[in-house]
């Protein structure tokens, strides 16, 4: 989308407004302080041990074709 090249002087003067009172004042008044519920002496627990599984699939090695097998797809045009 391509914006008008014409503002409304009411616009402008309320992007203007936004910018000075600034989104981050707001947002820095709504978050509590998250440094309180912070405890750095207590042990962070260790997820119990998972030991590790094979695949049960066939193992299929890749197949290389040659140039004159492959087919171009397009759009309804030429190449």
Do not use: C, W
């Amino acid at each position: 989308p391509v914006p008008p090249k014409h503002f409304d002087s009411q616009f402008e003067d309320d992007i203007q407004n936004d910018k000075e009172q600034g989104a981050d004042d707001v947002d820095a008044q709504e978050q509590p302080n998250l440094d309180e519920d912070v405890h750095p002496e207590l042990p962070v627990p260790m997820p119990p041990f998972v030991p590790l599984r094979r695949s049960t699939r066939d193992h299929h090695p890749s197949i290389r074709y040659s140039a004159n097998e492959y087919v171009l797809l397009t759009d309804g045009g030429e190449p």
